[in-house]
């Protein structure tokens, strides 16, 4: 199935650690890398981890990807008020054979 | 610096052709894909289709039978033609870049995307 499926909304405080999740399949994730993007509303999409894990010059590294199975995750510690936006995982799906998005995650900063 | 500028009409109507265009000011490089990806109002992003260095293409089987993506002669500009629009293809259209030996299929540079609505 070429859906990756993230949880719409997600909150912590300022300081906290939060980790968001991006579901796929064997198709997908489960054979891919998986990206992760930060998109303010209003703005292109910006790449926040690549191949899993890598984060692209000027990433803070507050940002990490990981990957296990079929499933990713991005984590945000040290939380900041500018990190309230959405988050979009993104993978190749073989039997697409194109890329796949995330429905997205819109994280707030209580 | 802007790397990628995209520029095209932001209204049509049912059953017309959405054209977009996007000039890469970036370097030049034999390994770049350049990808365009559309986000209808409140929801996620789809990627539509790709075309690299060698002008070879790849299309989301969705739209497949719809769209073509070509390149210019100095494979600075692409472009993006989605024929017979209706409301439903009413969305944030983007051009973006990656490289498959860098990034796998990730995009690092995007346009400033352009909104196409589609309405009789």
């Known amino acids: 199935q070429s859906v990756l499926t993230q949880s719409p909304s997600l909150s912590g405080a300022p300081g906290q650690r939060v980790t968001i999740s991006c579901s796929g399949s064997?198709?997908?994730?489960?054979?891919?890398?998986v990206h992760w993007y930060q998109q303010v509303p209003g703005s292109a999409p910006n790449l926040l981890i690549h191949s899993n894990t890598q984060r692209p010059s000027g990433v803070p590294d507050r940002f990490s990807g990981s990957k296990s199975g079929t499933s990713a995750s991005l984590a945000i510690s040290g939380l900041q008020s500018e990190d309230e936006t959405s988050y979009y995982c993104?993978?190749?799906?073989?039997?697409?054979?194109?890329?796949?998005f995330g429905g997205g995650t819109k994280l707030t900063v209580l | 610096q802007v790397q990628l500028q995209q520029w095209g009409a932001g209204l049509l109507k049912p059953s017309e052709t959405l054209s977009l265009t996007c000039t890469d000011y970036g370097t030049s490089y034999s390994g770049f894909y350049w990808s365009w990806i559309r986000q209808p109002p409140g929801k996620r992003l789809e990627w539509i289709g790709e075309?690299?260095?060698?002008?070879?293409?790849n299309y989301n089987p969705s739209l497949k039978s719809r769209v073509t993506i070509t390149m210019d002669a100095s494979k600075t500009q692409f472009s993006l033609n989605l024929n017979s629009v209706t409301a439903a293809d009413t969305a944030m259209y983007y051009c973006?870049?990656?490289?498959?030996?860098?990034?796998?299929?990730?995009?690092?540079?995007w346009g400033q995307g352009t909104m196409v609505s589609v309405s009789s």
């Open positions: 973006a870049r990656g490289s498959r030996l860098e990034l796998d299929d990730a995009f690092n540079v």
């Open positions: 075309i690299n260095h060698d002008r070879s293409t």
């Open positions: 064997s198709s997908n994730i489960g054979s891919n890398t």
């Open positions: 993104a993978t190749w799906d073989d039997s697409l054979n194109g890329v796949i």
